[in-house]
Antibody, heavy 123, light 109 residues
Framework: QVQLQESGPGLVRSSETLSLTCTVS????????WSWIRQPPGKGLEWIGN???????NYNPSLRSRFTMSIDTSKNQFSLKVNPVIAADTAVYFC?????????????????WGQGTLVTVSS | EIVLTQSPATLSLSPGERATLSCRAS??????LAWYQQKPGQAPRLLIY???NRATGIPARFSGSGSGTAFILTISSLAPEDFAVYYC???????????FGQGTKLEIK
């Protein structure tokens, strides 16, 4: 059973760089799309971007280019950097695996998810 | 950007009743739709993908239907553990993007 675990600082200062890592256990990172999704406290879900095991990336076009994703297949990990962080980046950050679609190339849903990590941006 | 609108915002029902949740897309998304259940303090749980395929381990009382711009999540007979927030989510091909609806809170009446 594949499990995902996010790690990173719970508190970061505005204008600094946030680095988060997702560690995949119980299965290989190869062959799948891996996403970061965030949820501000008390609000809805926002997809940040995804990375294929080959290293190709897609990002939410509504977000500014402050987000960068990378992958390390040897460690079964993928990462997210946000630079610079702003107050609006305060959220729970989830990592998740893309579910291969049966009707289109690529993925439509996300499963499983990590438990999430709360990141607070302070001024 | 494709916008998903969920209705109602809150649905009050009793255990054993049938729940019908709606999700409408601002333009056609074929069948590229998923549904999730989220409980407080937990990550979302995938219920349905490709509009009508149940994810692994999801009980048969959950079903999804629809295509194009109108989609429905049906819970045939509510169990006590089904009371939660439900989100729909779509995938668009170009530019590659995934967006979520604002959620429907299913509460005990």
């Amino acid at each position: 059973q594949v499990q995902l675990q996010e790690s990173g600082p719970g508190l970061v200062r505005s204008s600094e760089t946030l680095s988060l890592t997702c560690t995949v256990s119980g299965g290989s990172i190869s062959g799948y799309y891996w996403s970061w999704i965030r949820q501000p406290p008390g609000k809805g879900l926002e997809w940040i971007g995804n990375i294929y095991y080959s290293g190709s990336t897609n990002y939410n076009p509504s977000l500014r280019s402050r987000f960068t994703m990378s992958i390390d297949t040897s460690k079964n990990q993928f990462s997210l950097k946000v630079n610079p962080v702003i107050a609006a980046d305060t959220a729970v950050y989830f990592c998740a695996r893309g579910v291969p679609s049966r009707i289109v190339v690529g993925t439509v849903g996300f499963d499983p998810w990590g438990q999430g990590t709360l990141v607070t941006v302070s001024s | 950007e494709i916008v998903l609108t969920q209705s109602p915002a809150t649905l009050s029902l009793s255990p054993g009743e049938r729940a019908t949740l709606s999700c409408r897309a601002s333009q056609s998304i074929s069948n590229y739709l998923a549904w999730y259940q989220q409980k407080p303090g937990q990550a979302p749980r995938l219920l349905i993908y490709d509009a009508s395929n149940r994810a692994t381990g999801i009980p048969a009382r959950f079903s999804g239907s629809g295509s194009g711009t109108a989609f429905i999540l049906t819970i045939s007979s509510l169990a006590p553990e089904d009371f939660a927030v439900y989100y729909c989510q779509q995938r668009s091909n170009w530019p590659p993007n995934y967006t979520f609806g604002q959620g429907t809170k299913l509460e005990i009446k």
